[in-house]
């Protein structure tokens, strides 16, 4: 490990593999679902627009074709925003979206922060303020969607030493904030190197299911990204351009799934190059405004976004055609990882104790 890295840790986290009743690979589509706000500028809390929700409508043209239901996870933002979250809420009822929680410290109460850099990870705030916005955050999706979020996913990745901790007690059991093989300390972020690649529960308790981002390395030396944690992250080495080199010769190199920054055929090679890792879980995700162009650096006009729908839909269709892979959701993959999963004594929870209104509660 490259030294000066300080792994993401806890003393209550005792990762429990989730077992599965199928070796068939699922693939899940997860929806960073935010306000509109200039990415090159810093952070703004009165930047809360939500036009581009609607245009959730050109992805569904693809999902539909292949039977996928994504999970949007919502921020507070969105959640407040009645037209938004009642273009949400339609989804979900006709049973086309599940949906969780997302939060962004910046723009969710209490105001009681400085908006900048550091404190955008909300696992960086004081416990209490952290508790405070993510208790905000779930009220305002409850409302929204008429019952409690199960779902939840850190803004920016910002996962902290409490976060977990927080978000089971107010009822969620799954978490997909976690972004293997990667670090985002230079920024003031977490640091998720040596956290595992497949979905684990958090503990043996298995209250809390982590279901992981989709990154990873390929290569002929592919199993070097692991061995050599850090050395994706590490800013001297991008200074002297050694990523770029080691990629450009088919060495080693690290992408995440996702349309943002990945053509399809670099996804496709990911997946490829996981599945002979023996990956069997992949999660897709991307921000609900590169949805409408000029909102993110991925979509600046109606060009781009046709490349981001066809990037989408050709890796769904390798993963359907060529993989032999399913389309599936975060709470499904919880309901069968929590049947498959040998019971610990301390807390045998049982998934159907809780109500599926509406399709699913995600």
Same mark, same amino acid.
């Given at each position: 490990?490259?030294?000066?890295?300080?792994?993401?840790?806890?003393?209550?986290?005792?990762?429990?593999?989730?077992?599965r009743s199928s070796g068939r690979p699922i693939l899940l589509v997860v929806v960073d679902t935010e306000e509109e706000f200039d990415w090159s500028r810093p952070f703004d809390r009165d930047a809360v627009g939500t036009a581009s929700i609607p245009a959730q409508d050109h992805a569904h043209a693809v999902f539909d074709k292949y039977g996928i239901v994504p999970t949007?996870?919502?921020?507070h933002a969105v959640a407040r925003s009645a037209p938004a979250a009642a273009y949400l809420r339609r989804l979900v009822d006709a049973g086309r979206a599940h949906f969780g929680t997302h939060c962004h410290p910046w723009v969710t109460p209490p105001f009681e922060d400085e908006v900048n850099d550091y404190n955008s990870f909300?696992? #960086?705030?004081?416990? /209490? @303020?952290?508790?405070?916005? %993510?208790?905000?955050?779930?009220?305002?999706? !409850?409302?929204?969607? $008429? =019952?409690?979020?199960?779902?939840?996913k850190a803004g920016r990745y910002g996962v902290g030493a409490g976060t977990l901790g927080v978000i089971q007690r107010l009822g969620y059991r799954i978490d997909c904030s976690f972004v293997p093989?990667?670090?985002?300390?230079?920024?003031?972020?977490?640091?998720?190197?040596?956290?595992?690649?497949?979905?684990?529960?958090? #503990?043996?308790?298995? /209250? @809390?299911?982590?279901?992981? %981002?989709?990154?990873?390395?390929?290569?002929? !030396?592919?199993?070097? $990204? =692991?061995?050599?944690?850090?050395?994706?992250?590490?800013?001297?080495?991008?200074?002297?351009?050694?990523?770029?080199?080691?990629?450009?010769?088919?060495?080693?190199?690290?992408?995440?799934?996702?349309?943002?920054?990945?053509?399809?055929?670099?996804?496709?090679?990911?997946?490829?190059?996981?599945?002979?890792?023996?990956v069997?879980?992949?999660?897709?995700?991307?921000?609900?405004?590169?949805?409408?162009?000029?909102h993110t650096p991925y979509v600046r006009n109606d060009q781009d976004l046709q490349e981001f729908l066809r990037r989408i839909d050709r890796v769904c269709a390798h993963f359907r055609d060529?993989?032999?892979?399913?389309?599936?959701?975060?709470?499904d993959l919880w309901r069968d990882a929590l049947a498959a999963t040998p019971v610990s004594p301390a807390a045998p929870l049982q998934p159907e104790a809780l109500s599926p209104q509406r399709g699913t509660i995600a």
């Open positions: 490990m490259v030294a000066g890295y300080r792994p993401i840790t806890h003393p209550d986290w005792r990762p429990v593999p989730a077992q949007y996870v919502l921020d909300h696992g #960086n705030l004081r416990p /209490e @303020l952290e508790a405070a916005k %993510l208790e905000a955050s779930t009220d305002a999706v !409850a409302q929204a969607f $008429g =019952q409690r979020p199960l779902i939840f093989a990667t670090s985002f300390e230079r920024v003031h972020g977490p640091n998720f190197l040596g956290t595992s690649m497949h979905p684990f529960f958090m #503990n043996e308790s298995r /209250e @809390l299911l982590e279901v992981p %981002l989709t990154v990873g390395y390929g290569g002929r !030396a592919w199993w070097a $990204g =692991q061995r050599f944690a850090g050395l994706w992250d590490n800013p001297l080495l991008q200074r002297v351009r050694v990523q770029s080199v080691l990629s450009r010769l088919g060495v080693l190199w690290r992408a995440r799934l996702s349309p943002e920054g990945f053509d399809a055929d670099t996804q496709i090679r990911l997946m490829e190059a996981l599945y002979a890792q023996g069997r879980v992949f999660s897709l995700t991307y921000h609900s405004p590169s949805l409408a162009p000029g060529r993989l032999g892979g399913e389309f599936s959701t975060l709470t």
